[in-house]
C-alpha cells in the first residue's frame, strides 16, 4: 500500500515562500505521476500542479502559474512544492496524490482528483495578509 505524508504547511505573510514536501513510501515512485491539490474552506479541492512519471513534464493551475514549482526527486521518493509569491487565497490544505496507472496523459487528465490512486493527509498552508 502506497503511503504519501505531506510536510512544510504552516503560517506565512503575503509575498512570503513555503516549500512543501511529500514522501512516498510503499510502492515504486518513480512511476508515479504526482499532483499536489489543495482545498480551501467551503470550497471543493481544486487542481494546483502535477509533475509526471518519466519525463517529469509539470502542469500547473493558471491561478498558480509562475509562483509556484513543482518538482521530484526520485532517489528521495519526495515530491516538492515550492510556493513563492504567496497570497491570501492560497490558504487551503495541501494534498499530494500519486497516479499509478504509467499513462502518457496530458492536463486534463491529471488535472482531474478521480484520477489519482492514491492521497495524503493533507498540511495547512495559512497565508496573512
Known amino acids: 500500500q502506497v503511503q504519501l505524508v505531506e510536510s512544510g504547511g504552516g503560517l506565512v505573510q503575503a509575498g512570503g515562500s513555503l516549500r512543501l514536501s511529500c514522501a512516498a513510501s510503499?510502492?515504486?515512485?518513480?512511476?508515479?505521476?504526482m499532483g499536489w491539490f489543495r482545498q480551501a474552506p467551503g470550497k471543493e479541492r481544486e487542481f494546483v500542479a502535477a509533475?509526471?512519471?518519466?519525463?517529469?513534464?509539470?502542469y500547473y493551475a493558471d491561478s498558480v502559474k509562475g509562483r509556484f514549482t513543482t518538482s521530484r526527486d526520485n532517489a528521495k521518493n519526495t515530491v516538492y512544492l515550492q510556493m513563492n509569491s504567496l497570497k491570501p487565497e492560497d490558504t487551503a490544505v495541501y494534498y499530494c496524490a500519486a497516479e499509478a496507472s504509467q499513462r502518457i496523459m496530458g492536463y486534463t487528465y491529471y488535472y482531474t482528483e478521480e484520477n489519482y490512486d492514491y492521497w495524503g493527509q493533507g498540511t495547512q498552508v495559512t497565508v496573512s495578509s
Open positions: 510503499g510502492g515504486t515512485f518513480s512511476r508515479y505521476t
Open positions: 509533475i509526471r512519471w518519466s519525463v517529469g513534464n509539470t
